[in-house]
């Protein structure tokens, strides 16, 4: 058996590596994203914003976790089917989206189901399957406001960003997000004929009755799409989200004097849900910006004036999450180092 001296250097290496590589790439992303924008011209508009509209776009920005964790509430149930404590789920969201928000790949999700796991002591794979149907709902939330958007603005039906065609992207992405749903609401209604397919599907053994307990759990936790009052909740719930996001562009908009409305706001939120889906970096560094770039190129907007946009809009938002997770780290018996598997020998 290797002794934990090899292994703990192994790991460390590992993710010294991981952060070196992630920087250098938030940093070629960063680069790329601020391509043929005049640094001068970035911190005059910059020097320019104004505060009040900026520091409002903060606020409802904010507002968002709130509102995932009243989301999150009515997903995750415990075992006789109610709602858990609200205090430690809201911890596990600020130590998640903290995370998110420090660490690349989306590493904060995982993060969150620890969390939530060790502070309320639900079942991993009903953590796990609440998260995984937020992320359903958010993601059709998202596609049905951005056709809204599409056929409320003034753009060509043809209109492109980053080379991809928007309408068919979110076409692509509906039709994904609502195949999943669809998949989801089998296994809740089908339990027996699932398992009984996984037990078909593999012999007889561990992994095979691992995977049942797994599939039990995620029966578990997608229970919610049972019951039509918690699910047309989910849905509200969803939308009021993605249109409080959306506002929160739209006011930080104002802050730089950015002729957008509402309508191509929510176009531009779509724009960047679709280029940060695969979190390449720590916080979307480099990714955030070039979709906003992307999305407000579309209305005219100068790249030196939606990269000022960007970058403010983004350092600023960064800081209340960050803020929020430290205290909720502080409050907590929890600590970021230990929210990972256990290294096996």
């Known amino acids: 058996m290797p002794s934990p001296e090899p292994l703990a250097a192994g790991g460390g290496w590992r993710r010294t590596l991981s952060a070196i590589l992630g920087a250098a790439l938030a940093l070629a ?15 005059v508009h910059l020097r320019n914003a104004h505060g009040a509209p900026l520091l409002a776009a903060v606020v409802v920005a904010t507002l968002t976790y709130p509102i995932r964790l009243i989301r999150w509430r009515l997903l995750l149930r415990d075992a006789d089917g109610g709602p858990l404590p609200a205090g430690p789920l809201w911890h596990a969201v600020a130590i998640g989206f903290m995370a998110n928000n420090t660490l690349p790949f989306r590493a904060g999700e995982l993060v969150r189901v620890l969390a939530a796991t060790r502070l309320t002591g639900a079942r991993f794979t009903s953590v796990l399957s609440s998260v995984a149907v937020e992320r359903i709902f958010d993601g059709l939330a998202v596609v049905l406001l951005l056709s809204l958007a599409l056929l409320a603005s003034d753009l060509p039906p043809g209109v492109v960003a980053g080379g991809v065609s928007v309408r068919h992207a979110a076409q692509v992405a509906g039709v994904l997000g609502a195949a999943a749903l669809v998949a989801a609401v089998l296994v809740v209604v089908f339990p027996l004929a699932a398992e009984r397919m996984v037990r078909r599907a593999l012999p007889a053994g561990r992994v095979t009755e ?11 936790g ?11 909740g989910v849905v509200a719930w969803s939308l009021v989200l993605w249109l409080v996001n959306a506002l929160a562009f739209y006011v930080g908009f104002a802050a730089f004097e950015i002729p957008v409305d509402f309508a191509g706001a929510l176009l531009v939120q779509g724009i960047l849900i679709f280029g940060i889906t695969v979190q390449l970096t720590p916080g979307f560094l480099g990714q955030f910006e070039a979709a906003i770039v992307a999305g407000l190129a579309l209305f005219g907007v100068s790249n030196d004036l939606a990269s000022s946009f960007a970058i403010a809009f983004h350092a600023t938002t960064f800081l209340p999450i960050i803020l929020l997770g430290a205290w909720s780290l502080a409050r907590t018996p929890v600590a970021l180092t230990d929210l990972r598997a256990p290294q096996r020998p």
Do not use: D
């Open 29 to 43: 992303l960063l680069v790329w994203a601020l391509r043929g924008v005049h640094p001068a011209e970035v911190l």
């Open 210 to 220: 691992r995977l049942v307990s797994v599939l039990e759990g995620l029966r578990h």
């Open 222 to 232: 997608l229970s919610v799409l049972r019951s039509p009052a918690l699910l047309a």
